[in-house]
T-cell receptor, first 114, second 111 residues
Framework: KAGVTQTPRYLIKTRGQQVTLSCSPI?????VSWYQQTPGQGLQFLFE???????NKGNFPGRFSGRQFSNSRSEMNVSTLELGDSALYLC?????????????FGPGTRLTVL | GENVEQHPSTLSVQEGDSAVIKCTYS??????FPWYKQELGKGPQLIID?????GEKKDQRIAVTLNKTAKHFSLHITETQPEDSAVYFC??????????FGTGTSLTVIP
């Protein structure tokens, strides 16, 4: 089985721009979660989608949004980029909606905001 | 919300020695506690997990213990090897797939 894939792997943007990141979960997985990883804050939960519905949302401003398609692929969007948005954005997929299912992480998208 | 604290932030051990990483959590409703290993340039990978109805779980050189009363859980790696060098994260979850992560421990195993 192919793992979780994320595109692009690296991205450089300037302040004020917007960006869209993509995540393809493992085949058959219907839950996709997004995390922001920074050296100072560690891994912080952004949101989770299951069957195209956002089930959980972390404590991030409205500039961060996401969606999930019928094939379980997910995108996250960050509008009006700020320098502090520079981070590794990780996507994780899980087979089911219940706690205790293994999360498989992708390699991440490294976003740099100049 | 849940708050997960992890210690130490860095840990150096001699090859063959044991390494212990500790985490505490705040939400008594959390019931699933996975541990992840992250190598440079890669996403975190699950190495072991434990559920709240179990006190200890072992998988070869890796073990995890959970104390629900004290709200803490620990990762134990025995007979460490250089390839164990990585950043380790603990996490806690109570419902769905919303995980709260510790801040990570950078483990270095010195040959």
């Amino acid at each position: 089985k192919a793992g979780v894939t994320q595109t692009p792997r690296y991205l450089i943007k300037t302040r004020g721009q917007q960006v869209t990141l993509s995540c393809s979960p493992i085949s058959g997985h219907r839950s996709v979660s997004w995390y922001q990883q920074t050296p100072g804050q560690g891994l912080q939960f952004l949101f989770e989608y299951f069957s195209e519905t956002q089930r959980n949302k972390g404590n991030f401003p409205g500039r961060f949004s996401g969606r999930q398609f019928s094939n379980s692929r997910s995108e996250m969007n960050v509008s009006t980029l700020e320098l502090g948005d520079s981070a590794l954005y990780l996507c994780a997929s899980t087979s089911g909606p219940l706690t205790g299912n293994e999360q498989f992480f992708g390699p991440g998208t490294r976003l740099t905001v100049l | 919300g849940e708050n997960v604290e992890q210690h130490p932030s860095t840990l150096s051990v001699q090859e063959g020695d044991s390494a212990v990483i500790k985490c505490t959590y705040s939400d008594s409703a959390s019931n699933y506690f996975p541990w992840y290993k992250q190598e440079l340039g890669k996403g975190p990978q699950l190495i072991i997990d434990i559920r709240s109805n179990v006190g200890e779980k072992k998988d070869q050189r890796i073990a995890v213990t959970l104390n629900k009363t004290a709200k803490h859980f620990s990762l134990h790696i025995t007979e460490t090897q250089p390839e164990d060098s990585a950043v380790y994260f603990c996490a806690a979850a109570r419902s769905g797939n919303q995980f709260y992560f510790g801040t990570g421990t950078s483990l270095t195993v010195i040959p």
